[in-house]
């Protein structure tokens, strides 16, 4: 069998696994199970969005919590203003909707990282990393000292957003809502990577000179892929702040970046489903080790280094090799 | 007289102390290989960078086509028409053979903002990139990643991604590096036909493939070019011979 179709497979029984174990839960009555799933997934969608910077780019973004807290916050005051009937400004009222929340989330994100790509990709290497953390530390320090959306106590979603025609209070429902997002979000990565566009942004990965030399200028395409992955990340943000019915700095945190890079690192960089099974090790981790013992990052950080020194391909490349470009 | 393809007026670069391009006038005329020697040193991959768009010169213009491309980036002079080779293979190495060619008929044609039709099914970015890899006789090894070709390999998908540009005019640092006798034996055969469909800018070392190729030769000593002329000219010019038989050798 060869590695494509290893990969195929593996991806297949991942994505199954992803949903057959929270059906599993939920005839078992283990809503616990099921908003681990959940969590997974919402996980999962944020890191694909960095896996497009990241992964097809390499572009090492170290900032990437900003989009993740700028969705957060956009559901978080947009429930706030729905919840107290007050305008968010001047006539603009709150909503509740889910579907609105993720368009003004990606809209919102995408902007943001208009201008912070068009700032930092004119750098490479560890100065890109800088300004990429330089720029979420900015975002998380204005949350932490603004008192309108609770400063650093964070912003509670008393009722967490509807979506049309489910139940967003049941876990069932709001597993479904974050699996459907995720796969569409899979969906995305694979036509953007397989399309001319992938072509470009993996080629200037790979050799940004020979880019230049054939034609395809390396800044705009970067730039271009830089907008979509935090457009992605942004809309799992404000997926999140419902999950937990929560929104604070800490989504912003420079500690939220790191986890997104470590998901990619553990799953595979570059590769399709990196990020579903790199966020299905680390909240497996944090659940089982983190239940016997406090020092469970520790052991995270042991297997971390043992993938950056003996498999570097993550998950995915351990399992099904090295990735074909065709 | 018919206009040049490309024309370089006074082209000057210094790094510090050292002018490494030091007021160099050269035209490209259509149909023509002009070969560019000297010793090393000379300054002839400055040169090769400020035509090509990576170094900026501190004088100086360079003309395509009747067009000053001289404050142009790199992607947009190679977008008008300037093929390029590198002098050490420079290609995408976890991609094919085949997929280094779609690649540059992908960014020949413009369209590299395209998200949804994937690559490899396009039949006629496919196709055209088998044709152009069996011109130079690497179909058999369309499906190889560059970094596993050989040396000798890379050199002619070098010359493959240039083809598949279909320049205005071809620049091609130094396409016989590394290659043994019967490689640079094939490839000159090869480029002896390529000037019919642009006229090639040659950096090269080696003195028989220049003097097979080249219908003028243009010397460059210390970032000046001392002679410009046929390959008889350049044989019989005392200076030239002074430079290359004298104190210098070429590598």
């Known amino acids: ?326 | 007289m018919a206009d040049p393809v490309l024309d370089l007026r006074g082209l000057s670069r210094a790094f510090g102390a050292l002018k490494a391009t030091d007021d160099v006038s050269l035209t490209l005329m259509p149909g023509e290989t002009h070969a560019l020697i000297g010793p090393n040193g000379a300054g002839k991959s400055t040169l090769m960078g400020l035509v090509s768009g990576k170094i900026a010169p501190d004088a100086g213009e360079v003309w395509l086509e009747g067009q000053n491309i001289t404050g142009l980036s790199v992607a947009k002079r190679a977008a008008l028409g300037l093929g390029r080779s590198f002098q050490v293979s420079s290609l995408i190495p976890e991609y094919s053979a085949q997929r280094n060619v779609m690649l540059a008929l992908q960014a020949r044609q413009g369209h590299s903002y395209r998200f949804l039709k994937p690559v490899m099914r396009d039949r006629g970015l496919r196709d055209t990139a088998r044709a152009i890899l069996a011109r130079v006789g690497l179909d058999a090894r369309a499906s190889v990643e560059a970094a596993v070709l050989s040396h000798g390999e890379r050199r002619l998908l070098e010359i493959a991604v240039a083809l598949a540009l279909k320049p205005r005019c071809f620049l091609l640092d130094e396409p016989m590096a590394g290659l043994g006798s019967e490689g640079t034996a094939r490839l000159v055969s090869f480029l002896q036909n390529l000037k019919d469909e642009a006229p090639i800018l040659l950096v090269e070392h080696d003195m028989d493939a220049v003097f097979r190729l080249a219908d003028r030769i243009s010397v460059l000593v210390y970032g000046r070019i001392i002679a410009t002329g046929t390959v008889d000219e350049i044989r019989a010019n005392a200076q030239v011979r002074a430079v290359y038989l004298g104190e210098e050798t070429p590598a």
């Open chain 1, 1 to 326: 069998m060869d590695n494509t179709r290893k990969e195929w497979l593996l991806n297949a029984l991942m994505a199954l696994a992803l949903f057959g174990v929270p059906l599993w839960a939920l005839m078992a009555n283990e809503p616990f199970i099921i908003t681990l799933a959940t969590r997974i997934a919402i996980l999962a969608i944020a890191a694909v969005g960095l896996n497009i910077a990241l992964g097809l780019g390499g572009m090492v973004s170290f900032g990437h919590a900003l989009y993740l807290g700028l969705g957060g916050y956009v559901a978080g005051i947009a429930a706030h203003h729905a919840f107290n009937g007050t305008p968010i400004l001047a006539g603009i009222p709150g909503t509740n909707q889910m579907l609105v929340i993720w368009a003004i989330a990606m809209v919102l994100s995408g902007a943001i990282a208009a201008i912070v790509g068009a700032l930092s990709l004119r750098t490479s290497g560890i100065f890109f990393i800088m300004i990429t953390l330089a720029f979420a530390q900015m975002g998380f320090f204005f949350t932490l000292s603004w008192p309108a959306y609770g400063g650093e106590d964070g912003l509670p979603i008393f009722v967490r957003n509807q979506f049309p025609g489910l139940n967003t209070a049941r876990p069932w429902d709001l597993f479904l809502i974050s699996y459907g997002v995720l796969m569409v979000a899979l969906v995305i990565f694979a036509m953007l990577r397989a399309a001319r566009f992938g072509a470009a942004l993996m080629a200037i990965r790979q050799n940004p000179d020979r880019a230049a030399a054939i034609g395809i200028s390396p800044f705009g395409i970067k730039l271009v892929g830089f907008i979509l992955s935090g457009m992605i990340t942004g809309l799992a943000g404000a997926m999140m702040a419902d999950l937990t019915r929560f929104v604070s700095p800490a989504m912003m945190a420079w500690t939220m970046s790191g986890e997104l890079i470590v998901i990619i690192i553990l799953g595979g960089v570059g590769r399709l489903f990196g990020p579903v099974a790199g966020a299905a090790i680390l909240v497996g981790f944090e659940v089982f080790f983190g239940g016997l013992t406090e020092h469970w990052k520790l052991w995270l950080g042991l297997v971390l280094l043992a993938v950056v020194l003996f498999a570097r391909g993550g998950l995915i490349g351990l399992i099904a090799g090295r990735a074909q470009n065709g």
